[in-house]
């Protein structure tokens, strides 16, 4: 065998085995990202009625699941409709506040938390026709009943100004929950009473979704739990009540509530046993 063959016999050898390495390094990295995973599942199984979302600036996953219209960042989310499902995909579970906030909670895809899976169409997430943020001080009014504190809050400044501590006005903000910045109503509860907020001239919706939380500011580890108690009155139809708990951690509870279809009016009663930096936020959204 001549020289010349023997080198390109070895060429060929340290390409196969550089092959087998990139192959190697590739079923790894695939192994430890289980989003590479689901992007090929979420490939499979979606058409394009549907969006598929990547939080982080990760192209290659956006790649993954195309023909399936993909793309990433958090885009507005305000109408819906025509989408049939909405997948987010996002670098851990706290990135996905915005999501959760505009649709509701949604069950980890596959087992990651990190991404998640909306029926939009099947849902009533499509069309929101009623955003709490947007009408403090209109649709939204308060006021605190019982303690030193109590009585109504009149709309003054941007804000319902209850009495009291500037802490006690209640307010369309940003907040931080483990780390993610999210536009909410700041209803700070009290100990020697109850905050008393309410909504009127909804219009028909099919459900209300939202989160709620303790902002970072305001979590410590000895801190007391923040309790809702959700009343849904739509015209003609008995009272829907939910009792919702924002438990003592980072990060926020998202929630749903279905609906009778008809202009309604709610009410959410805000308490908690120990008041020190509470710092509670919510968001409500009516949809269909």
């Given at each position: 065998?001549?020289?010349?063959?023997?080198?390109?016999?070895?060429?060929?050898?340290a390409l196969v085995a550089l092959a087998g390495a990139f192959a190697?390094?590739?079923?790894?990295?695939?192994?430890?990202?289980t989003r590479r995973a689901l992007a090929r599942v979420i490939r499979?199984?979606?058409?394009?009625?549907?969006?598929?979302?990547?939080?982080?600036?990760?192209?290659?996953?956006?790649?993954?699941?195309?023909?399936?219209?993909?793309?990433?960042?958090?885009?507005?989310?305000?109408?819906?409709?025509?989408?049939?499902?909405?997948?987010?995909?996002?670098?851990?579970?706290?990135?996905?506040?915005?999501?959760?906030?505009?649709?509701?909670?949604?069950?980890?895809?596959?087992?990651?938390?990190?991404?998640?899976?909306?029926?939009?169409?099947?849902?009533?997430?499509?069309?929101?026709?009623?955003?709490?943020?947007?009408?403090?001080?209109?649709?939204?009014?308060?006021?605190?009943?019982?303690?030193?504190?109590?009585?109504?809050?009149?709309?003054?400044?941007?804000?319902?100004?209850?009495?009291?501590?500037?802490?006690?006005?209640?307010?369309?903000?940003?907040?931080?929950?483990?780390?993610?910045?999210?536009?909410?109503?700041?209803?700070?509860?009290?100990?020697?009473?109850?905050?008393?907020?309410?909504?009127?001239?909804?219009?028909?919706?099919?459900?209300?979704?939202?989160?709620?939380?303790?902002?970072?500011?305001?979590?410590?580890?000895?801190?007391?739990?923040?309790?809702?108690?959700?009343?849904?009155?739509?015209?003609?139809?008995?009272?829907?009540?939910?009792?919702?708990?924002?438990?003592?951690?980072?990060?926020?509870?998202?929630?749903?509530?279905?609906?009778?279809?008809?202009?309604?009016?709610?009410?959410?009663?805000?308490?908690?046993?120990?008041?020190?930096?509470?710092?509670?936020?919510?968001?409500?959204?009516?949809?269909?």
């Open positions: 065998m001549s020289r010349t063959a023997r080198e390109l016999g070895w060429l060929a050898l190697a390094l590739e079923a790894a990295r695939a192994k430890g990202d499979r199984e979606a058409s394009t009625r549907d969006v598929a979302i990547v939080v982080d600036e990760a192209p290659e996953l956006v790649a993954l699941m195309r023909p399936v219209p993909s793309l990433w960042g958090v885009p507005p989310l305000s109408d819906l409709a025509g989408v049939r499902r909405v997948y987010a995909l996002a670098p851990g579970a706290a990135a996905l506040l915005p999501f959760f906030a505009r649709l509701g909670p949604a069950e980890p895809f596959h087992g990651d938390a990190r991404v998640r899976r909306w029926e939009v169409a099947g849902g009533h997430l499509g069309r929101p026709v009623f955003d709490a943020l947007e009408a403090v001080g209109t649709h939204v009014t308060a006021a605190r009943e019982g303690g030193v504190d109590g009585g109504e809050c009149p709309f003054d400044g941007g804000r319902l100004a209850c009495k009291g501590a500037p802490w006690n006005h209640v307010v369309a903000e940003p907040h931080r929950f483990d780390g993610v910045e999210q536009r909410c109503v700041f209803a700070h509860p009290q100990a020697d009473g109850r905050l008393v907020i309410s909504l009127a001239r909804i219009p028909a919706a099919r459900a209300v979704v939202g989160v709620m939380g303790i902002d970072d500011a305001g979590y410590h580890p000895n801190g007391a739990p923040v309790n809702v108690r959700v009343e849904y009155r739509a015209e003609g139809s008995p009272p829907v009540v939910r009792e919702l708990v924002t438990p003592n951690r980072r990060g926020v509870v998202p929630w749903r509530i279905d609906v009778a279809h008809r202009p309604a009016t709610a009410t959410l009663t805000i308490t908690t046993a120990d008041a020190g930096a509470r710092q509670f936020c919510f968001t409500l959204t009516a949809t269909e």
